[in-house]
C-alpha cells in the first residue's frame, strides 16, 4: 500500500507564506495525479492545486498567482508554496495521490489522503 506523510502547515499572518509538503511512500507504486485540497470548518472539501505525472496543473481560482505546486516524480514529493496568504484560506489541507501499486501480481488503482495539516491565516 501507500502511505501519504504530510508536513508545514501552521500560524502565519495575512500576507504572509507557508511551504507544504507530502512524501508517498510504500513499495512498488506509480501515482498519476497528487494535488492539495482544503476544507475549512462546516464546508466542502475542495481543490487547491492538482499536477498530473506528466506536469500539468489545476488550480483553484482564487489561489492562481499566489501558490504554485511543484512535484519531483522520483521522491513522489509533491509541495505547495503558499503565498500572500488570506485569512479565507484558514483551513485544514490534506494531499491526495491517485495512481497504482503492485497487490499480488496485480496492479490495484488507489486514491488515498494524507492526515492533513491546518493552516490559519491571521487577519
Known amino acids: 500500500q501507500v502511505q501519504l506523510v504530510e508536513s508545514g502547515g501552521g500560524l502565519v499572518q495575512s500576507g504572509g507564506s507557508l511551504r507544504l509538503s507530502c512524501a508517498a511512500t510504500?513499495?512498488?507504486?506509480?501515482?498519476?495525479?497528487m494535488g492539495w485540497y482544503r476544507q475549512a470548518p462546516g464546508q466542502r472539501r475542495e481543490l487547491v492545486a492538482l499536477?498530473?505525472?506528466?506536469?500539468?496543473?489545476n488550480y483553484a481560482d482564487d489561489v492562481k498567482g499566489r501558490f504554485t505546486i511543484s512535484r519531483d516524480n522520483v521522491k513522489n514529493i509533491v509541495d505547495l508554496q503558499m503565498d500572500s496568504l488570506k485569512p479565507e484560506g484558514t483551513a485544514a489541507y490534506y494531499c491526495?495521490?491517485?495512481?497504482?501499486?503492485?497487490?499480488?501480481?496485480?496492479?490495484?488503482?488507489?486514491?488515498?489522503w494524507g492526515q492533513g495539516t491546518q493552516v490559519t491565516v491571521s487577519s
Open positions: 491526495n495521490a491517485e495512481g497504482e501499486y503492485y497487490n499480488q501480481g496485480v496492479m490495484t488503482p488507489f486514491d488515498y
Open positions: 510504500g513499495r512498488r507504486f506509480t501515482i498519476s495525479d
Open positions: 499536477t498530473t505525472n506528466t506536469g500539468d496543473t
